[in-house]
């Protein structure tokens, strides 16, 4: 079935730096979503991307829709204590004829103050 | 617009007894899915209904059953409780594209003594 390799799978950054993670897969995916859980809560969608190449931005965060439609990558900027969470990646397709939304394993974010 | 919401947020029963969970979606809404999210298997698809119909089903056993109601709202029962049970159990909704993003509740934390 369709796998999403995440990673890394945690991090540990000090307050103000850069993060960037990344999904890739062996299979097509038409959505690539972002989202961030925090603890105790259900997951929060930060950015969707829809098109092969697309890169959006919300606020300080950057993501991009890979031109071969297999990988997408996250990126954080200027982080900060409340980025704190686990961010997950999910693809959306078709496998066997049925729409899937798959998760990858997530990237659990440490921001040292 | 009120977002999804999941009831009860926390639940314990013992093994060997059933449990029903509730999910309103976003007002019109008519999609939901549903997802257990355990620490070792991450987020793992049960099952997605649309319109009172069960569109979509992932690789679970027969104790966990689901059903959609004419205004959207879901429930997701689960018969005679195991151990391993013991998740935190999320629904999420989506508009009536297939495409559309989903947007996921607060879970409810189902623990089975």
């Known amino acids: 079935g369709q796998q999403l390799n995440q990673s890394p799978q945690s991090m540990f950054i000090q307050e103000g730096e850069d993060v960037s993670m990344n999904c890739t897969s062996s299979s097509i995916f038409n959505t690539w979503l972002w989202y961030k859980q925090d603890p105790g809560e259900g997951p929060v969608l930060l950015i969707a991307l829809y098109k092969a190449g697309e890169l959006t931005s919300n606020g300080r965060l950057t993501a991009q829709f890979g031109i071969t439609r297999k990988d997408s990558f996250l990126n954080i900027s200027a982080s900060i204590p409340s980025d704190v969470g686990i961010y997950f990646c999910?693809?959306?397709?078709?496998?066997?004829?049925?729409?899937?939304?798959?998760f990858g394993k997530g990237t659990k974010l440490t921001v040292n103050p | 617009k009120a977002g999804v919401t999941q009831t009860p947020r926390y639940l314990i029963k013992t093994r060997g007894q059933q449990v029903t969970l509730s999910c309103s979606p976003i007002s019109g809404h008519r999609s939901v899915s549903w997802y257990q999210q355990t620490p070792g298997q991450g987020l793992q698809f049960l099952f997605e209904y649309f319109s009172e119909t069960q569109r979509n089903k992932g690789n679970f056993p027969g104790r966990f059953s689901g059903r959609q109601f004419s205004n959207s709202r879901s429930e997701m029962n689960v018969s005679t409780l195991e151990l391993g049970d013991s998740a935190l159990y999320l629904c999420a909704s989506r508009g009536q594209v297939s495409t559309d993003t989903q947007y996921f509740g607060p879970g409810t934390r189902l623990t089975v003594l």
């Open positions: 999910a693809g959306h397709g078709t496998q066997g004829g049925s729409e899937k939304l798959v």
